[in-house]
């Protein structure tokens, strides 16, 4: 991501049973990504008695997304349509 935008703006996500510890939860991705202060969305809490996924996962699952990803995503395409060119024919055939 270094190569497509100086200052990129993450947005984190989280998926939780009922009975997680969302601020832990939250403090552990934060570390675990390595993000200081990171902005998280509302967290979706799932409820109990659904049946299925009977293993929980202390610190949930966490969703990560770039805000402005449309830029971020020309951005890549270009470089990849740079590097494609620069390469020799054979290695896409």
Known sequence: TEYLDPNPSWVLSLNLHQGNDE?????HWAAELGFDRP???K???KP????????????GVCRVRLRRS????????????????????????
């Not at 601020?23 to 403090?27: I, N, P, S, V």
Request: hydrophobic share 45%; net charge negative; charged share 25%.
């Open 23 to 27: 601020r832990e939860a939250r403090d």
């Open 39 to 41: 902005q998280f969305t």
């Open 43 to 45: 967290s979706f809490i």
């Open 48 to 59: 109990v008695g659904s049946g299925h996924r009977k293993n929980h996962l202390p610190q």
């Open 70 to 93: 449309a830029d971020s995503w020309h951005r890549a395409m270009a470089w990849i349509e740079a590097i494609e060119a620069l390469l020799p024919e054979q290695i896409f055939t």
